[in-house]
């Protein structure tokens, strides 16, 4: 059976935004065509009134079963907050992760994210929870051996990528994923980036997230961070890093040179005071940029429709230049250059026969879509004024999972309750 998307309003982003009215074709996982098409008997029929169809929003950098964790650690830099989260962490088993990272499967779906990038430990309860939620997922358990366990951990990871035999019909894929340059020895990620270009995966990671990670990287190497994980060979095959704030004009033409792919998280990083991503320079230099929230103990929340916005406004105000990073280029970066900081977009990001059916329906049926008159308009009105609570229809790989902003696999119910349930031990005192 096929499911049409009939007459709707979508933009592709296959390049510069453009509106156009037509109809979805999707047969099985894929995308078969588009534009103008008649149903044929049989098809599943999604009727595109007073909508607006986009490629499912890529959240390039999450740590999902953070969710149990929410708001915890207000009000602190990083160092301060790592001490208060870590020890909380450690005191997560096997279906506290499951349960958390349901429920944050759960919030980015009902905000339009059909895909996210994962790092965490226990990356194999997050598995459960996408064959239960639908999701698709880079996942990459979250690496360091400044504990002394960096063996066991990366045997783990390893363990868990070669002996996986079900890619969730292909949702599921893998990164490897070390946590940053001052919780992993000079060794240590040497092995790790050994180990993932054996198998051809992505690696995950942190890079100058503040000012002190630099200062320690230059007092203890000699090198600022990206000079220094490029002089090991960290960069030499597929990267992906989330923050890239506080690095120097050498190191952003070590990034467009090393194609080291920018996971911007926006509102973590002002929320922890990090600073701000040097967006125009990276621009300039040609690195790809795509959108992430971080973990929801540093946001809130898994919302990419607010990292867009955030994104787009926090260029502007901190270089007092109205015109940096505009709408369209905020939502190509949840979209589009999601997928391609995430090495996938020859199957996601777009709108486009062929590519895998990721698509998010918003209901325009609402007063901040009105009025409108062009391309311009909708696109400016998603990014500044567009809510998760627009979120009509979600399809990940072909199937249909959320319908009229509800997850219909999932007991929303259940998953609230079993979270708050387990959560009561992190906040007893
Ligand atoms: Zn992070």
């Known amino acids: 059976m096929a499911l049409l998307i009939k007459d709707i309003y979508y933009l592709p982003m296959t390049g510069t935004p453009q509106l156009k009215k037509g109809s979805v074709r999707i047969e099985g ?68 992760l499951y349960w958390a990272s349901l429920l944050a499967q759960t919030e980015m779906m009902k905000a339009g994210v059909t895909c996210y990038a994962d790092m965490y430990f226990g990356e194999e309860n997050a598995v459960w929870a996408m064959e239960d939620s639908g999701i698709r997922a880079v996942l990459g358990n979250g690496l360091v051996d400044n504990d002394g366990l960096g063996e066991a951990h990366l045997r783990a990871a390893l363990t868990m990528v070669d002996s996986c035999r079900d890619d969730l019909q292909g949702r599921l894929s893998f990164a490897l994923a070390p946590h940053a340059v001052y919780s992993c020895s000079e060794g240590y990620l040497r092995d790790i980036a050994a180990e993932a270009a054996k198998r051809d995966l992505p690696l995950h990671l942190h890079i100058a997230e503040t000012e002190d990670e630099q200062e320690r990287c230059l007092r203890m190497k000699g090198k600022r961070v990206l000079a220094y994980l490029r002089d090991i060979g960290a960069l030499d095959r597929k990267v992906f890093a989330a923050h890239m704030i506080h690095l120097d004009e050498e190191e952003i033409a070590i990034a467009a040179a090393k194609d080291v792919r920018v996971a911007h998280c926006p509102q973590s990083n002002m929320k ?26 540093s946001n809130n929340d898994l919302d990419l429709l607010e990292e867009m916005r955030s994104a787009s406004l926090l260029q502007k105000v901190t270089s007092g230049d109205a015109t940096l990073l505009p709408p369209a280029e905020a939502l190509a970066m ?17 709108i486009e026969p062929g590519k895998l059916a990721d698509i998010t329906i918003l209901s325009l049926w609402r007063p901040h879509y009105y009025p409108r008159n062009d391309v311009n308009d909708l696109v400016s009105h998603v990014v500044y004024g567009g809510k998760n609570g627009d979120v009509h229809t979600v399809i990940i790989n072909g199937r249909v999972r959320v319908r009229e902003g509800r997850c219909v696999d999932l007991d929303e119910g259940r998953i609230y309750h079993e979270v708050q349930k387990r959560a009561a031990k992190f906040w007893a005192r």
């Open 272 to 297: 922890l005071a990090s600073g701000v991503l040097p967006y125009s320079a990276l621009k300039k230099s040609g690195v790809t940029i795509g959108l992430g929230t971080d973990g929801a103990a």
């Open 334 to 350: 949840a979209t589009r250059e999601g997928a391609k900081t995430l090495f996938l977009d020859d199957r996601i990001g777009t």
């Open 29 to 96: 996982r894929r995308i078969v065509a588009v534009g103008d098409i008649e149903p044929r008997w049989g098809d599943e029929i999604i009727y595109g009134h007073d909508k607006l169809a986009l490629p499912g929003f890529v959240n390039c950098h999450c740590h999902g079963a953070m969710t149990m964790l929410r708001g915890f650690g207000e009000g602190m830099p990083l160092s301060e907050w790592l001490g208060r989260v870590q020890p909380a962490e450690a005191k997560l088993n096997d279906e506290d």
